[in-house]
């Protein structure tokens, strides 16, 4: 992925609206930091979506 790839999903995501301005000033290291906190967030709501599914708390 690009720089602007990486920004323009972590803009899509909805989530950490605090970096959104700083943006271009991150490196891609730190870009590919804030994307796998923001998946690995989506992945841990997956999990209690799942679970409370499993459990009929829809």
Do not use: C, P, W
Not at 27 to 51: F, H, K, P, T, Y
């Amino acid at each position: 992925m690009t720089k602007k790839d990486k920004i323009a999903f972590i803009k899509s995501s909805k989530r950490k609206t605090h970096v959104y301005q700083d943006l271009t000033r991150y490196s891609d290291e730190q870009l590919n930091g804030v994307i796998r906190e923001i998946v690995q967030g989506l992945i841990r709501e997956s999990e209690i979506i799942a679970n409370a599914y499993i459990n009929g708390y829809r």
